[in-house]
């Protein structure tokens, strides 16, 4: 079952929290395979300086962030890498949640072949990483989540408050005061999280 396009039209925090242990699959070239969220960015629209859509800029590039939720707002970084986010809320919210690591679940030899790697713990843990390993690109920027090349199922059962850890982004220390905000969740203890808080001493 798939999660349905009005739950993507929920609260930001609420669908990001729905899509931890929740499983992305994708259909391309007629090869199956799919992941568990285990870690994923929140960003907050024309309000958050980390966001492509900060102060309500528009581009060709982040013009499907304004989308209604439930499409696949998909970006390439420094020319080579391709991040998928899930596109939330209404349209013109130009919400979306960055999908930062996986657990591969199935299709794991395609992966393997895809990413030229067979470094179970190293294949999807990370942004870029997924996109290769699941075959998502610019081409599929737009892509409805409802339909049968990209889409999330639930999780069986709900990932627990005390497994979920809140920190702060990646790679945003241009966004002045939101770069500090704790809008990265990750599941406790999942050894596919692409980086994990280190403890104080």
Known sequence: ?????????NDTFEVAIGLLGATLHTNIDGELASGK????EIY??????????????????????????????????YGLH??????????????????????????????EKRRNSNDFLN?????GKLCSALKITRDQNGVGLTGNTIWIEPPKEKIPDNKIIKAKRIGIDYAEEYKNKLWRF??????????????SR
Do not use: C, Q
């Open 1 to 9: 079952m798939k999660f349905d396009r009005n739950f993507y039209l």
């Open 37 to 40: 969220i285990v870690e994923l």
């Open 44 to 77: 907050l629209g024309k309000v958050d300086k980390a966001s492509h859509a900060y102060g309500g800029k528009r581009t060709t590039r982040n013009k499907v962030m304004y989308h209604m939720g439930g499409i696949g707002y998909i970006y390439l970084i």
């Open 82 to 111: 391709s991040l998928f986010n899930v596109v939330t809320g209404m349209d013109n919210d130009a919400h979306a949640i960055l999908i930062r690591a996986l657990e591969p679940v199935s299709g794991i030899e395609i992966m």
């Open 123 to 127: 294949l999807t843990s990370g942004p």
């Open 186 to 199: 990750y599941i406790k203890d999942n050894p596919h999280v692409s980086k994990k808080i280190t403890p």
